[in-house]
C-alpha cells in the first residue's frame, strides 16, 4: 500500500518553457503532499508543502510565482516549474503521507534538465 | 528549525557492520526517520523511532535516544546492494509534520 506515482521520470525543455510535473497517491487519499528538490551529490530541500484543496505554503528562498503547486484532490497534486532556466534543472520528487505522524512515501522522481 | 549531522561517507567490506550516526536538533521532537537512496532513484523509506530504544527490521536497526538527541542506523552483513546514500530525517512539532534531512551518508559496499 501507499503508492505514489510520480509523471513524468524525465523531462528535457528549452529554456524559457514550462514543464508540469504529477504526482498521485494511487491507493490512499493525501490531504498532504510536499515537493522536494535535490541536487547532485546533496540532500533533499523541501520546497512546499502541498494541501488539498488550499494554498500551497513554501520554503523560505522558494519563489511561489515560478513553482506553482496545485492540489485540485485527495490524490493528485501537480508542480509547474514556469519559464524554466538551466539552474532548475534538478531531480524533482513529491512525496505523500498517509497520516499525521506516518512516514514520507515518495514517488520515484523527475528529473528536469533545462537546455 | 531542525537540522541533523551525519556522517558524509562510509566505506565497508561485504559482510561488514556500519553504524551510521545521526545527532539533531528540533522543538517539539516527533520521530527520528532513515531512508535509502540508491543513485538515480527516489529515497524509500526504511525505519523510524519515535521512542527511545532499537527498532530492528531484518538486517538493519536503528536506534534512538531522545535525550542525547541522537540516533544511528545498523546495517549489519553488508551486501553490494547496500552501497547507497541513507539520510536520517527529523519530524517536530515547532515545523507540523514538515521533514527535515540531514545531508546524508553515503556507503560504499567494497567486495
Known amino acids: 500500500g501507499a503508492v505514489v506515482s510520480q509523471h513524468p521520470s524525465w523531462v528535457i525543455c528549452k529554456s524559457g518553457t514550462s514543464v508540469k510535473i504529477e504526482c498521485r497517491s494511487l491507493d490512499f487519499q493525501a490531504t498532504t503532499m510536499f515537493w522536494y528538490r535535490q541536487f547532485p551529490k546533496q540532500s533533499l530541500m523541501l520546497m512546499a508543502t502541498?494541501?488539498?484543496?488550499?494554498?500551497?505554503?513554501?520554503e523560505q528562498g522558494v519563489e511561489k510565482d515560478k513553482f506553482l503547486i496545485n492540489h485540485a484532490s485527495l490524490t493528485l497534486s501537480t508542480l509547474t516549474v514556469t519559464s524554466a532556466h538551466p539552474e532548475d534543472s534538478s531531480f524533482y520528487i513529491c512525496?505523500?503521507?498517509?497520516?499525521?505522524?506516518?512516514?514520507?512515501?515518495f514517488g520515484n522522481g523527475t528529473r528536469l534538465t533545462v537546455t | 528549525g531542525q537540522s541533523l549531522e551525519q556522517p558524509s561517507e562510509v566505506t565497508a567490506v561485504e559482510g561488514a557492520i556500519v553504524q551510521i550516526n545521526c545527532t539533531y536538533q528540533t522543538s517539539g521532537f516527533y520521530g527520528l526517520s532513515w531512508y535509502q537512496q540508491h543513485d538515480g532513484g527516489a529515497p524509500t523509506f526504511l525505519s523510524y523511532?519515535?521512542?527511545?530504544g532499537l527498532e530492528e527490521t531484518g538486517r538493519f536497526s536503528s536506534f534512538l535516544s531522545r535525550s542525547d538527541s541522537y540516533g544511528y542506523l545498523l546495517l549489519q552483513e553488508l551486501q553490494m546492494k547496500d552501497s547507497a546514500s541513507y539520510f536520517c530525517?527529523?519530524?517536530?512539532?515547532?515545523?507540523?509534520?514538515?521533514?527535515?534531512f540531514g545531508g546524508g551518508t553515503r556507503v560504499l559496499v567494497k567486495p
Open positions: 502541498s494541501n488539498e484543496g488550499s494554498k500551497a505554503t513554501y
Open positions: 530525517a527529523v519530524r517536530g512539532a515547532a515545523a507540523g509534520n514538515k521533514l527535515t
Open positions: 512525496s505523500a503521507i498517509t497520516g499525521a505522524n506516518s512516514p514520507l512515501h
Open positions: 523511532n519515535a521512542l527511545d
